[in-house]
């Protein structure tokens, strides 16, 4: 015999589900101190900017034409900032402002768009424009030119190891306590560690940088450097008390697509 839904439960669901949603994409801000940098400020921020850009526009030397298309991208840039501030949702983070996140948001939005903009270019006008973009890049060389991957990897010393913790290691080794304060479960960390190390080997072809050692790989990149920085992170995370997030496994997400299906398909036979 199967149960009815009551429309009170439908009413509870959406209401639940719309209070989910405003609390990831309207985040509100808990513990405010200052409030003048959390009311609303659209016509004084409107005004001050458009001052500030007819000012500039007005003011300034245009005799070069070069230096004026790189002056009003950069202001076309920054116009789109203050938008992303005005008109982007707070999202799920607040701190240090949400303001922050607005903008962060709104140059990936830009980033994204263009990438949308190179795929429609070949490759000889790609380098024009970075050549554009940055002169110094026409006379640069790439690191692939001037350096050897992947040799000897049979020899085996510690000032062979040594050598490899530079820069580059710090960033893996950041770069991964930051993304696990973000992502804040292992086991989400360790496959896109190890997923993108399968990524590198792929595509070593096309980057001759992608092209490590074994020992270089697995060792040094995955256990020490990305391993210790999910460590850190997490345990920066528990140290702190902050909040967990349950990402759903895909087989879950499979399965509450049958049952919702399911569910629909009962309900409709009912209602014939």
Request: glycine share 4%.
């Given at each position: ?12 669901d ?5 209070l ?11 513990d405010?101190c ?12 409107l ?11 007005f003011t ?5 034409s ?9 202001v076309?840039?920054s116009?789109?900032l ?11 983070f607040t701190?240090?402002?949400p ?12 980033y ?8 429609f270019?070949n490759w000889d ?11 110094n890049?026409r ?5 692939a030119d ?17 050598t490899?913790?530079d820069i ?22 360790w ?5 993108w190390?399968l990524?590198e080997?792929?595509?070593?072809h096309l ?9 270089d790989q ?13 460590w850190?992170?997490?345990t ?11 990402w759903?496994?895909?087989k879950?997400v499979?399965?509450?697509?049958l ?6 398909f009962f309900?409709?036979?009912?209602n014939?």
């Amino acid at each position: 015999m199967p149960v009815a839904v009551s429309p009170k439960k439908h009413r509870e669901d959406d209401v639940n589900y719309n209070l989910h949603f405003r609390m990831i994409n309207e985040q509100q801000v808990d513990d405010i101190c200052l409030d003048f940098f959390y009311k609303p400020h659209t016509i004084t921020l409107l005004t001050v900017t458009v001052l500030s850009l007819m000012y500039f526009a007005f003011t300034r030397d245009d005799e070069q034409s070069d230096n004026n298309l790189r002056v009003g991208l950069l202001v076309v840039v920054s116009f789109f900032l203050v938008i992303s501030i005005l008109a982007f949702p707070n999202g799920p983070f607040t701190r240090p402002h949400p303001a922050v996140w607005r903008v962060v948001f709104g140059l990936s939005v830009l980033y994204f768009l263009f990438l949308v903009f190179l795929l429609f270019l070949n490759w000889d006008q790609v380098k024009l424009l970075m050549y554009w973009l940055d002169p110094n890049l026409r006379y640069a060389k790439r690191e692939a030119d001037i350096m050897e991957y992947a040799v000897n990897c049979t020899v085996i010393t510690w000032e062979r190891i040594l050598t490899h913790f530079d820069i580059f290691a710090l960033g893996h080794f950041a770069g991964w306590a930051v993304k696990a304060l973000l992502i804040r479960s292992y086991g989400l960390c360790w496959t896109i560690s190890i997923t993108w190390e399968l990524t590198e080997l792929i595509f070593m072809h096309l980057l001759p940088n992608f092209a490590e050692c074994w020992w270089d790989q697995v060792i040094l990149d995955i256990l020490l450097c990305n391993g210790g920085g999910i460590w850190i992170g997490m345990t920066a995370c528990r140290y702190l008390e902050m909040r967990t997030y349950h990402w759903a496994s895909i087989k879950s997400v499979w399965l509450l697509f049958l049952i919702f299906n399911f569910y629909l398909f009962f309900t409709l036979s009912l209602n014939t």
